[in-house]
């Protein structure tokens, strides 16, 4: 992921001053880029719930930077511990559907238990946060390499002509530290040369297609159109659609996805026109305690002013508008599921495997016991 063609990452500790952490407020963009300074780990939490930071992987590390912060602000004090470990209850409470976030708190929790009451935490949370990172970096690689496959076999099925791809919500770059879950394997195919064209759903309520994921393709130079949320099945029923490939918050062990809402609607125009639907995932957003999606995955309700207002440029600069009447009742549901049965393979830092529980296991058998 490039900015200005500049390599990046998502989150950082600042130079010269490694006691505050820094991310970019996603809030702003494209219009905006500015960094935010975390001091604490409160401005984590907010950073979380406020959604400066997005995507299940970005916000799971942000949690164990958070934890960082908060070993730093109590380093003197005798109960260094105990402030953190009450900090990670409060963070575990920010965003409640994607697993990340409560597999990133349990990882730095396990990591204090292990820890002398004499050594640095301070030293030990930096050192974890940093492992986290570099781990999800690798992670999105190797989706990246296992999903590159799909789109060559497209592109030589087609002799060469555009492969036409279709995502959802935000599952770039931006939502996980380099490369993205969803646009890992686009990436991947636009650097080795192959002709691909994204169809970027604007993904309402808050925009985050054609706010993220469009900004970051054109940053990186990858052909792409934004659409709005319900035209996806017209251009299916019209052939226009090669491929759909989404992101997931989380994913029962069976294999059903809790991704942004609307996602569900993708995959049953994806089934009914016979077009592939891949969901791309690290396998840190398993959640192998659960195996009804629809049932056991908690679905997040967010702020109705999300739906009511719409951030953006006018002739008079950045603002924030009122679209809908004063009086109106709205709801906002942030995540659906998608059954697995609409799902044609998950594409894994491993591999791709079908999207059930043998197929999970099949490449995961030493995670498939875990429990949260």
């Keep these: 992921m ?13 130079p010269n001053d490694p006691a505050i952490v820094q991310i970019i407020d996603q809030r702003r963009l494209p219009h905006e880029y500015v960094v935010q300074d975390l001091v604490t780990w409160q401005d984590g939490a907010s950073a979380i719930s406020d959604m400066l930071v997005r995507g299940a992987p970005l916000i799971g590390a942000t949690a164990a930077w958070s934890l960082y912060l908060a070993a730093v602000e109590h ?14 209850d409060v963070l575990g409470g920010t965003r409640p559907t994607a697993v990340n976030l409560i597999w990133a708190l349990d990882r ?27 781990e999800d970096a690798r992670i999105s690689r190797g989706i990246g390499e296992h999903g590159l496959a799909l789109i ?8 060469g002509e555009t492969v036409n791809i279709l995502t959802h919500c935000n599952a770039g770059a931006l939502a996980t530290i380099e490369y993205g879950t ?8 636009h650097e080795k040369g192959i002709d691909v064209h994204v169809w970027v759903d604007e993904t309402r309520p808050r925009n985050q297609g054609s706010q993220l994921t469009a900004w970051e393709l054109a940053e ?14 017209h251009l299916m029923q019209h052939g226009m659609v090669d491929l759909c490939i989404t ?14 809402i609307g996602t569900y609607l993708k995959a049953l125009a994806a089934h009914d026109n016979d077009v592939p639907f891949y969901v791309a995932l690290p396998s840190t957003t398993i959640d192998w305690t659960i195996s009804d999606g629809v049932r056991d995955i908690p679905i997040e309700e967010r702020d109705p002013g999300e739906v009511s207002m719409i951030y953006g440029r006018s002739n008079s600069g950045l603002e924030t508008v009122n679209t809908v009447a004063s ?3 709205i709801s906002n549901f942030a995540f659906d599921v998608t059954p697995a049965r609409l799902i044609t393979g998950l594409i894994t830092e491993h591999g791709i495997c079908e999207a059930s529980e043998d197929g999970l296991r099949g490449l995961f058998p030493d995670l498939a016991g875990t429990r949260r």
């Design 220 to 233: 990186n130079g990858v052909p792409h159109t934004l659409i709005v949320d319900n035209a996806g099945g």
């Design 152 to 159: 060559e076999g497209i592109a030589s099925r087609k002799q």
């Design 182 to 189: 969803a646009t890992a394997p686009i990436y991947f195919a």
């Design 327 to 329: 009086d109106t009742r």
């Design 2 to 14: 490039r900015i200005s063609g500049e390599k990046f990452r998502t989150i950082w500790q600042k």
């Design 247 to 260: 992101g997931t918050d989380r994913t029962t062990r069976t294999g059903d996805v809790a991704n942004k």
């Design 108 to 134: 730095v929790r396990q990591v204090i238990a292990r820890t002398a009451a004499d050594t640095d935490l301070v030293t030990v949370l930096e050192r974890e946060a940093r492992a986290i990172c570099l």
């Design 75 to 88: 380093k003197a004090d005798t109960e260094c511990r105990q402030h953190v470990l009450r900090a990670a």
